[in-house]
Nanobody
Framework: QVHLVESGGGLVQAGGSLRLSCAVS????????MGWFRQAPGKERDFVAA????????NYADSVKGRFTISRHNAKNTVYLQMNSLKPEDTAVYFC????WGQGRGNPNQYNYWGQGTQVTVSS
């Protein structure tokens, strides 16, 4: 059973940066695809970024390409989401998720394990 805990959210001005962390326990990265999703009030949960279980493939939503970077630290069992040039429309609760043997795709229904989420608020 994989347990995920996000941290690092907060309030930031537009143009600023934040780094989210997802601590993974109860397993290691392999063989899980790890992804980040976000959900704004009244909206569906949207894909942000993910890498495949092998780490060989990384995918990003078009809205965050060039601004966000997903990475991992194997020794710390932690996944990161570095968010730069933040915009007010990035405001949402951000969730970390794990998909056994996944390819790092954007369908949230493919992910079996989820963290509790961390709030990111970007002011204009």
């Amino acid at each position: 059973q994989v347990h995920l805990v996000e941290s690092g959210g907060g309030l930031v001005q537009a143009g600023g940066s934040l780094r989210l962390s997802c601590a993974v326990s109860g397993g290691t990265f392999g063989p899980y695809a790890m992804g980040w999703f976000r959900q704004a009030p009244g909206k569906e949960r949207d894909f942000v970024a993910a890498f495949s279980w092998s780490g060989g493939t990384t995918n990003y939503a078009d809205s965050v390409k060039g601004r966000f970077t997903i990475s991992r630290h194997n020794a710390k069992n932690t996944v990161y989401l570095q968010m730069n040039s933040l915009k007010p429309e990035d405001t949402a609760v951000y969730f970390c998720a794990a998909d056994p043997w996944g390819q790092g795709r954007g369908n949230p229904n493919q992910y079996n394990y989820w963290g509790q989420g961390t709030q990111v608020t970007v002011s204009s």
